[in-house]
């Protein structure tokens, strides 16, 4: 019989779900069949099933393919306070960030350093001062075949990138507005953006915080709490209709994204795959400008 303890654990999942899972019905059945899900006014609307279709198949091959990690092991009895305080420490900077970002609004010139300063600094802060065993540790990486640490991720990652971005679930792509930008500026945007968002982002939010929250709280807990964090930094960037509107938006979008990028992590403890899903999702439509 399931233990008391567990829960809390269980009621966070299944809140975290179904509000993730909720956000395109609810944006359906107000009448929104295309949202936008970046920030850049020049980017075009997708529609609901380009946004959700590709993240479902993605985690479905990443269930289906094996072979994966187990679960990790819940931390001992003797380290689970030093964790404890390492995991609040590390929320709170997330939430600190979520609140700063929402007040300062989208496009402030300190969004950039804000981010740096407390995902890389903040973190750095709560480590160094709270220090505790790290979670899992090299055996847990171990149990999965070397062969496998590269190629288990592929099918999901590959499948999910071709429904997102060259199925005929997603339509033509409208570079127009991104045109005007001077192919060299372009680029140093998306580097940029590669360090500050696709690198920095998952090493906060999956390799630092998910992982030690799956080893208090469980797997799924542990990615469900995740990428409501994740989703709530990207709140101020999305949107400029009604406030459910927007928040639907980035539940569905962001939040299901950190559920895709958070079981890539624990199927696999692979941060180069889910480093480059991240990468994809902010530059890979803006290629063909590079190239062409």
């Not at 899903?277 to 890979?284: C, Q």
Request: aromatic fraction near 10%; glycine fraction near 10%; hydrophobic fraction near 55%.
């Amino acid at each position: 019989m399931p233990s008391r303890a567990a829960a809390p654990d269980r009621l966070l999942t299944g809140f975290g779900l179904a509000m993730i899972g909720g956000a395109p019905l609810w944006l359906l059945a107000t009448g929104r069949t295309e949202v936008t899900t970046s920030a850049d006014v020049e980017a075009s609307p997708v529609t609901i099933p380009a946004v959700v279709v590709p993240l479902v198949a993605g985690m479905l091959l990443a269930r289906l393919v094996p072979p994966r990690l187990p679960a990790l092991q819940p931390t001992v009895a003797d380290g689970r306070a030093a964790l404890t305080r390492q995991v609040v420490g590390l929320c709170a900077v997330a939430v600190v960030f979520a609140v700063l970002v929402l007040l300062l609004g989208p496009g402030s010139v300190w969004y950039g350093p804000v981010k740096v300063a407390l995902l890389l600094g903040g973190a750095w802060w709560v480590l160094r001062n709270w220090p505790a065993p790290p979670p899992g540790g090299r055996e847990h990486r171990q149990s999965l075949p070397g062969l496998w640490y590269w190629l288990g991720p592929v099918p999901a990652v590959v499948g999910w990138a071709w429904l997102a971005y060259h199925s005929p679930l997603t339509g033509p792509s409208d570079l127009s507005g991104y045109r005007a930008y001077d192919p060299m500026v372009l680029l140093t945007a998306m580097l940029l953006t590669f360090l500050t968002a696709s690198v920095l982002e998952e090493v906060f939010y999956r390799l630092l915080l998910q992982t030690r929250l799956e080893a208090l709280l469980g797997r799924w807990p542990a990615i469900t709490a995740t990428a409501l964090l994740y989703a709530a930094m990207h709140t101020h960037r999305v949107g400029t209709g009604p406030l459910a509107d927007t928040v639907a938006v980035v539940l569905m979008f962001n939040g299901g994204l950190g559920l895709f990028l958070g079981y890539l992590w624990s199927r696999y403890r692979n941060g180069w795959a889910i480093v480059a899903v991240h990468g994809a999702v902010n530059s890979l439509t803006l290629l063909p400008l590079l190239v062409g």
